[in-house]
T-cell receptor, first 114, second 113 residues
Framework: NAGVMQNPRHLVRRRGQEARLRCSPM?????VYWYRQLPEEGLKFMVY????????ESGMPKERFSAEFPKEGPSILRIQQVVRGDSAAYFC????????????FGPGTRLTVT | DQQVKQNSPSLSVQEGRISILNCDYT??????FLWYKKYPAEGPTFLISISSIKDKNEDGRFTVFLNKSAKHLSLHIVPSQPGDSAVYFC????????????FGKGTRLHILP
């Protein structure tokens, strides 16, 4: 059973470009969480999605950030018009139920904005 | 406002000795606490947890202690092994199913040969 997969693992974008981060949850998992880790910081919750629904986006910046988890395909975290402050590691986690303690994390995508 | 605090950014321990990682929290509504371990270039992996109704939980070499009155928890690893070198995150959550998990900044543990 493959774990949570994230791609790309490393992404370099120039200021003003768009970044798309993908997360494929573990098989059988329909709950996805996105976290951001800034340098020297802990993981900060961004958004919680179930298939086709955003359940909690209270951790998402109000502008430029969006997330989706379509019926088919991976979950996507999209950052428009990236700025240097968006440089961070972005982790996705999935769980089989709404039980938030059962989260399994992917390896992360490291976004660098130049 | 840091609700979960890990005040030691790093810790070095001799192989075979006990490693003690500390964590403090400020939110009295937290009722479930977790420790995650993270290797470089990997995601965090769940290590051990404890509910607020307990003061100790043990799993092999890993034991977590909870002191609710002091709002303090600690992770003990004994004996420490080279493979334990990693970053350890303390995390906490409230009693509601939809409460988010709040992470500390992590402590980097070095196990010395």
């Amino acid at each position: 059973n493959a774990g949570v997969m994230q791609n790309p693992r490393h992404l370099v974008r120039r200021r003003g470009q768009e970044a798309r981060l993908r997360c494929s949850p573990m098989k059988g998992h329909s709950h996805v969480y996105w976290y951001r880790q800034l340098p020297e910081e802990g993981l900060k919750f961004m958004v919680y999605l179930q298939k086709e629904n955003i359940i909690d986006e209270s951790g998402m910046p109000k502008e430029r950030f969006s997330a989706e988890f379509p019926k088919e395909g991976p979950s996507i975290l999209r950052i428009q018009q990236v700025v240097r402050g968006d440089s961070a590691a972005y982790f996705c986690a999935s769980s089989p139920t709404r039980e938030r303690y059962e989260q399994y994390f992917g390896p992360g995508t490291r976004l660098t904005v130049t | 406002d840091q609700q979960v605090k890990q005040n030691s950014p790093s810790l070095s321990v001799q192989e075979g000795r006990i490693s003690i990682l500390n964590c403090d929290y400020t939110n009295s509504m937290f009722d479930y606490f977790l420790w995650y371990k993270k290797y470089p270039a990997e995601g965090p992996t769940f290590l051990i947890s404890i509910s607020s109704i307990k003061d100790k939980n043990e799993d092999g070499r890993f034991t977590v202690f909870l002191n609710k009155s002091a709002k303090h928890l600690s992770l003990h690893i004994v004996p420490s092994q080279p493979g334990d070198s990693a970053v350890y995150f303390c995390a906490a959550s409230g009693m509601n199913r939809d409460d988010k998990i709040i992470f500390g900044k992590g402590t980097r543990l070095h196990i010395l040969p």
